[in-house]
């Protein structure tokens, strides 16, 4: 897929070092076509390395996608430079009167706290409020699915005695589901959390969906019936060394964690990481933005205000 994005984002010489096509604006405003509109809400303290990461799994079909950035206002990031939150990403107030045709909300490193005691929490629940009636179909990631389906229908989260950390076989539980076209009955996908999100509380919700699962990770990938909201608990996402950079960050802070399941070859720190998952993350994404979007999205974006409603109202929160 051609992915248009600010010339000058970093993440840019990285893409095309990998011969991925990032279209420039000349040649985009001169094609007879509509794209898509695409909304990445980052609240990943590694903005640059997550932003890289997404453009790479959006960039795998023929659709042309415009990639727009936003970072929360009510939280000051510690780990990205101020300039290039200022060059490249624009807060909620400032991008809240637009429509997207998708949206991606990361995960974030809160899944200890309540919900509620998260600085952002607030603006977060503006910003799932204005989605239902600016945005046709929102992929949640890892901390932002368990946010959303706690926002959207009280799903709770549960703390686990250990991080789950490591490259976890999951198995398909609704093969037909277009979500799932093209995957293997087995596929691996990274996670790194420390609560999860039970089977049962899922398939309690009437208007949810469980279609993917791990014997050892538990519930991986939740949809609505209608597939405009998908949650994925894990992080298809990840390159190579996230989940080793994240493991040696916990262990030079001193903190007691695992090493991640089934990723250094015989469990050895020092060797290098076999990446084989990252096949059935781009299937994943690319069927999202075909399936969940591309094919059900109105053409003029202004009717998502008549797009009918696919939330429970089991929800603890009211949007006006």
């Not at 990770?217 to 996230?242: C, F, L, W």
Request: aromatic letters at 10%; one cysteine or more; charged letters at 20%.
């Amino acid at each position: 897929m051609p992915i248009r994005i600010n010339p000058a984002l970093p993440a840019r010489s990285i893409l095309e070092s990998e011969n991925i096509f990032v279209m420039g604006s000349d040649r985009a405003d001169h094609q007879d076509i509509r794209p898509l509109e695409v909304l990445i809400l980052n609240i990943m303290p590694t903005k640059l390395e997550t932003e890289t990461q997404l453009l790479r799994l959006l960039s795998n079909s023929p659709l042309q996608v415009n990639v727009h950035l936003m970072h929360m206002a009510s939280h000051e990031s510690k780990n990205t430079d101020k300039q290039h939150l200022l060059d490249f990403y624009r807060t909620f107030e400032e991008l809240h009167e637009q429509r997207f045709d998708g949206m991606i909300i990361t995960g974030a490193p809160v899944e200890t706290l309540p919900f509620e005691e998260v600085d952002y929490w607030h603006e977060l629940c503006q910003i799932f409020c204005w989605s239902r009636r600016h945005v046709y179909s929102t992929l949640h990631i890892c901390w932002g699915a368990q946010a959303g389906l706690y926002f959207h229908y009280g799903v709770p989260k549960y703390p686990i005695p250990q991080k789950m950390s490591g490259v976890f076989e999951h198995r398909i539980l609704q093969p037909s589901h277009p979500l799932l076209r093209g995957m293997d009955d087995r596929f691996p996908a990274p996670h790194s959390r420390h609560t999860e999100i039970r089977r049962a509380d899922i398939e309690a919700v009437p208007g949810l969906q469980l279609l993917t699962l791990s014997d050892v990770a538990g519930v991986h990938i939740v949809s609505d019936t209608a597939n405009r909201n998908v949650y994925v608990t894990g992080h298809s996402e990840y390159d190579r060394g996230t989940l080793a950079k994240e493991y040696f960050r916990d262990i030079n802070k001193g903190m007691d964690v695992p090493v991640p399941a089934n990723y250094f070859p015989d469990d050895d720190p020092a060797r290098t990481p076999i990446m084989r998952w990252r096949g059935a993350a781009t299937l994943l994404f690319s069927n999202w933005l075909n399936y969940s979007v591309y094919q059900k999205t109105y053409y003029d974006l202004s009717m998502l205000d008549k797009a009918p409603a696919v939330y429970s109202n089991s929800g603890h929160f009211a949007c006006g």
